[in-house]
């Protein structure tokens, strides 16, 4: 079975300080990745994907993501957060056969100025 | 990157009417869709995954007579909530990917409201 375990329900930073959301997950082989993101009332955006390759993945509007299959995490990051940052973030593992795309609970992000 | 459209962005109905919601991708073939539901300041909870010309596939405790899925064409899928209850209210999410295990395409979602 895949999961996905986000465990901060919500993060508060201050704008222009660096960000981190934390993920991480449990899936059978090789896993497949991903951070969306989404507004209120709003389907979700896609941010980034980690396949294979480098384990720094670098996504929309100056998010990034590292990828660390010893601590089976994928935390997001931004260096400089800008209040219009502020928005509910998903991380989600894809099965490889099942093609299933199972969501963390969400972390409200939320940008101060 | 792919667009995924759905219809209707949000519907108010009686209790014990049927709603269709429609979920298409507008410039990618796709032969898998899912169907997930979310909850206020919820996660989504994957329902079905719809296949292009055979049955949906149904994820444990959701109610196959209640949530119709057709996914007649690449491009098109459809989501009945049949009889719906004032239950059946939620945000309803649709998502379509290209082949291989990239990144599902999301729709911008269909609030249901069941008086």
């Known amino acids: 079975a895949q999961s996905v375990a986000q465990p901060e329900d919500q993060v508060n930073v201050a704008e222009g300080n660096p960000l981190t959301v934390k993920c991480t997950y449990s899936?059978?082989?090789?896993?497949?990745l991903f951070w969306y993101v989404q507004y209120p009332n709003r389907g979700l955006q896609f941010l980034l994907k980690?396949?294979?390759?480098?384990?720094l993945v670098k996504g929309s509007y100056g998010f990034e993501a590292e990828f660390n299959k010893s601590q089976t995490s994928f935390h997001l990051k931004k260096p400089s957060a800008l209040v219009s940052d502020s928005a509910l973030y998903f991380c989600?593992?894809?099965?490889?056969?099942?093609?299933?795309?199972?969501f963390g609970q969400g972390t409200t992000l939320q940008v101060k100025p | 990157g792919a667009v995924v459209s759905q219809h209707p962005s949000w519907v108010i109905c009686k209790s014990g009417t049927s709603v269709k919601i429609e979920c298409r991708s507008l410039?990618?073939?796709?032969?898998?869709m899912f169907w997930y539901r979310q909850f206020p300041k919820q996660s989504l909870m994957l329902m079905a995954t719809?296949?292009?010309?055979?049955?949906?596939?149904?994820e444990q405790g959701v109610e196959k007579d209640k949530f119709l899925i057709n996914h007649a064409s690449l491009t098109l899928s459809t989501l009945t909530v049949t009889s719906a209850h004032p239950e059946d209210s939620s945000f309803y999410i649709c998502?379509?990917?290209?082949?291989?295990?990239?990144?599902?395409?999301f729709g911008e979602g269909s609030r249901l409201t069941v008086l």
């Open positions: 998502s379509a990917s290209r082949q291989g295990v990239g990144e599902l395409f």
């Open positions: 899936v059978s082989g090789n896993p497949y």
């Open positions: 980690y396949i294979t390759g480098d384990n």
């Open positions: 989600a593992v894809r099965g490889y056969h099942t093609g299933k795309l199972i």
């Open positions: 410039d990618f073939q796709a032969t898998t």
């Open positions: 719809s296949n292009e010309g055979s049955k949906a596939t149904y």
